[in-house]
T-cell receptor, first 114, second 114 residues
């Protein structure tokens, strides 16, 4: 079965640079979630989109922005990167229209800020 | 706000031992409850879920029962294997503002030795 695809899988950036993370949800899933997992930490919710509109916002810094496109893929844009942004970033998708709130996670993008 | 409390690890067991990982939650309303597993270097995989009181989720020999009276969702397995070594996260989701964002516990690292 098709799973959530995230790219890139690994990313190394310098402080103050920008990064763009991409997420391709499971086909026919209409909802995308972004989470950040620091080293040894539990995942923290950042932001979610339903049918291309932002549906909820968590602890996402103002330096970050995200959107969901017409093909339902999503991008997380991160600017003015800081050392503390080094983490594993997960995307998850679900089908709220289909009545399934269960989220399926991608493999994550590991971001290292030097 | 919503929260999840898991027993702290790490937990080390011998192969074929009985496993219990305690999880309790605080939530308004009636959340859905989940266990996710994260193998070393990998993303989060859904292990099992329960959406209402007294539901039992089960998968791969793991079980957890949604106990509303004790606000608990303890994970159990009768006989663990070395391949079960991973970090286990208890989580809840509660529909608010049109989003089912997941709130995770801190995770419990399980190591199974031969």
């Amino acid at each position: 079965a098709a799973g959530v695809i995230q790219s890139p899988r690994h990313l190394i950036k310098e402080k103050r640079e920008t990064a763009t993370l991409k997420c391709y949800p499971i086909p026919r899933h209409d909802t995308v979630y972004w989470y950040q997992q620091g080293p040894g930490q539990d995942p923290q919710f950042l932001i979610s989109f339903y049918e291309k509109m932002q549906s909820d916002k968590g602890s996402i810094p103002d330096r970050f922005s995200a959107q969901q496109f017409s093909d339902y893929h999503s991008e997380l844009n991160m600017s003015s990167l800081e050392l503390g942004d080094s983490a594993l970033y997960f995307c998850a998708s679900s089908s709220l229209t289909g009545g399934q709130e269960t989220q399926y996670f991608g493999p994550g993008t590991r971001l290292l800020v030097l | 706000g919503d929260s999840v409390t898991q027993m702290e690890g790490p937990v080390t067991l011998s192969e074929e031992a009985f496993l219990t990982i305690n999880c309790t939650y605080t939530a308004t309303g009636y959340p859905s409850l989940f266990w996710y597993v994260q193998y070393p270097g990998e993303g989060l995989q859904l292990l099992l879920k329960a959406t209402k009181a007294d539901d039992k989720g089960s998968n791969k020999g793991f079980e957890a029962t949604y106990r509303k009276e004790t606000t608990s969702f303890h994970l159990e397995k009768g006989s663990v294997q070395v391949s079960d070594s991973a970090v286990y996260f208890c989580a809840l989701s509660y529909s608010g503002a049109g989003s089912y964002q997941l709130t995770f516990g801190k995770g419990t690292k399980l190591s199974v030795i031969p």
